[in-house]
């Protein structure tokens, strides 16, 4: 009851934080492939997972985790931007994660992004002394993920908004997105909220199973699925008239393709702009 509750209380802790400070016990910050003797400037950690001594801990992956989730969720879409323009805020600042060796000389994760699968990169795949804690940690996860995916959509819907000129790209990509979500933007979109937006990305989006029917997008011109292993169904694309391009690369589970606007066409040419359809189901009418 007390860990189950410590563990909880984590997310109240941490977003009470504008900054985050990782300290690492050496000269540099360097990345788990690195040993004595090798030259550190050549093992740069890329991500914190991969930090020396502190990314592979599960303990410590909540904290970024954390951190890195909930400073995007505290954006707000009504933020301003400097000289009080009144202006939604369209670009989401730099992440305030820092990590510093010995030396002094902070190195800056400007943004933190979270897979699964393979990658091993979230906390609940990371290293614990007691693996009954692993649990624990998933559930916080679930919990954190289904607040920041809905919030990452009432954001995107900000930005859209805000928008001007002939094109709005809104990138959902690396979003841990699952299909309430999806059915968030939907509804959304139908509302209008997504009027003007002309290429939308779901890249890296490894939880999303089905893609639901979008309307109220008419200048819609892409939409990008570009790994999504899990994607299962995609429904009818019909009620976008301006839809050109569809992506839908690494997409090995979709069981079959979407009815597509009149006119639009398949083409296996990946060189002409146009859909392409993954390989397992390019021979399908």
């Not at 879409?77 to 990590?99: D, K, Y």
Request: one cysteine or more; proline letters at 6%; glycine letters at 10%.
């Amino acid at each position: 009851m007390r860990k189950a509750a410590g563990v909880r209380s984590m997310i109240t802790y941490v977003q009470r934080c504008d900054f985050m400070l990782i300290p690492v016990p050496t000269p540099q910050v360097v990345s788990h492939d690195f040993a004595d003797g090798d030259d550190a400037e050549d093992f740069g950690a890329y991500y914190p997972e991969d930090i020396a001594g502190y990314g592979s801990r599960g303990w410590c992956r909540v904290e970024y985790f954390i951190f890195g989730l909930f400073s995007e969720m505290r954006i707000s879409p009504t933020s301003q931007r400097g000289g009080g323009s009144g202006a939604p805020l369209v670009e989401v600042p730099p992440l305030a994660l820092f990590a510093s060796g010995s030396d002094g000389a902070p190195q800056q994760f400007k943004a933190v992004e979270f897979l699964g699968g393979d990658r091993g990169d979230m906390p609940s795949q990371g290293d614990f002394s007691f693996d009954t804690d692993r649990e624990a940690i998933a559930d916080l996860e679930r919990l954190m993920i289904h607040s920041y995916g809905f919030a990452v959509i009432h954001n995107a819907a900000a930005v859209a908004a805000a928008a001007d000129g002939a094109s709005c790209t809104i990138d959902l990509g690396a979003k841990m997105l699952h299909d309430e979500h999806l059915q968030a933007l939907a509804a959304a979109a139908a509302a209008g909220s997504f009027a003007k937006v002309t290429a939308l990305s779901f890249n890296a989006n490894p939880y999303i199973k089905y893609l639901p029917e979008f309307s109220g997008m008419p200048h819609l011109k892409s939409i990008s699925l570009i790994n999504c292993v899990a994607l299962t169904t995609i429904a009818s694309l019909t009620n976008l008239p301006s839809l050109e391009t569809l992506k839908l690369e690494g997409c090995g589970s979709l069981a079959a393709l979407p009815l597509l606007p009149r006119g639009a066409k398949w083409d296996a040419d990946e060189d002409v702009v146009g859909f392409a359809a993954p390989e397992h189901l390019s021979a399908m009418p």
